[in-house]
């Protein structure tokens, strides 16, 4: 089969308990999206430890100027076409814009995304009272959960735009009690975006579960980006914290396999990819 992963050396499946260890032994999370069976073939050949179906898709893939459109049903069809290229890597699914609308929503969203698609963690994003709910109906019937904060893009219209959160001293102060909020809620891993280096530093020892980073400094236990940006083929402006890594190299394999060698030593992210 073409996207057949069975002749690739083993590798030890990545495991919700295995990326606590990790963070406990100082090994970095390597994480990229994947919205297609191809792609995630080639994460799974270069190791990369998570992989995200994100609702960033109803940008890259669909060329909607946010992810607000994407629906729960498009991130089911594009999750099982992701899951059937992978074997050892770990699959995170995004919950569409409003599919934490009632935790009865969020636990249809949980069941359909891990029974039909084939995930095996949720993301979440913001840590508002309902979203705190989701989390922990969620993580009771055992559907491990990934927060997001900082700039959480499906409020971009509250926001204002793609803005940097926690700038201000009282903003940092509350992504650090929302990240104590969520992880008290039973998330299991926290994605961490567009905040200042510094504050990704204090989210990252303040929890005990994993902080992958995008745009949050190099602290972090894990790095997260788009697939697309890490090869230089966004459209218009890409965010600063990404990187090309296709750029003198040949291939997406090699590009990929870049990405993680720099995540795991720290070279990823250098200071100009960051916020202060
Ligand atoms: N291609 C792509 N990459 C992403 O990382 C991404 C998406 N799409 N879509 C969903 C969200 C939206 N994201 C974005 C998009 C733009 C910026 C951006 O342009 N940020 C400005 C900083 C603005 C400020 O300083 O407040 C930048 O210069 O990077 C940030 C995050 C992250 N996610
Ligand atoms: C940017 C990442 C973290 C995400 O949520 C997405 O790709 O949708
Ligand atoms: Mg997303």
Not at 118 to 142: D, F, Y
């Amino acid at each position: 089969m073409y996207v057949d992963n069975a002749s690739a050396p083993a590798r030890k499946p990545v495991t919700v308990p295995g990326l606590r260890a990790m963070k406990a032994e100082g090994r970095r999370i390597v994480m990229l999206t994947a919205y297609d069976a191809s792609f995630a073939a080639q994460l799974e050949a270069a190791g990369v430890d998570v992989a995200l179906v994100g609702d960033s898709l109803g940008m890259v893939v669909q060329g909607h100027r946010s992810t607000l459109p994407v629906t729960l049903d498009q991130m089911v069809y594009h999750t099982a076409a992701v899951a059937r290229g992978l074997s050892a890597t770990l699959l995170v699914a995004d919950l569409p814009f409003m599919a934490d609308r009632g935790v009865s929503h969020a636990l249809e969203a949980g069941a359909r995304l891990l029974g039909e698609g084939g995930a095996a963690m949720v993301k979440i994003e913001g840590a508002a009272a309902h979203v705190l709910q989701a989390i922990e109906a969620l993580a009771a019937r055992a559907v491990p959960v990934c927060a997001h904060l900082g700039l959480t893009p499906q409020s971009v219209h509250k926001f204002g735009g793609f803005r940097i959160q926690g700038r201000a001293q009282d903003a940092a102060d509350r992504v650090v009690e929302q990240a104590l909020a969520v992880q008290a809620a039973g998330a299991d891993l926290l994605v961490l975006e567009g905040v200042p280096t510094a504050l990704g530093e204090r989210v990252t020892r303040a929890v005990e579960i994993p902080v992958v980073g995008i745009g949050a400094g190099p602290h972090c236990d894990g790095q997260v980006l788009v697939c697309y940006d890490m090869l230089g083929i966004t459209p218009g402006k890409r965010p600063k914290f990404s990187k090309d890594f296709l750029a003198g190299r040949g291939s997406v394999a090699a590009a990929i396999a870049a990405y993680a060698d720099e995540v795991r030593s720290g070279a990823f992210p250098a200071p100009e990819h960051g916020f202060n």
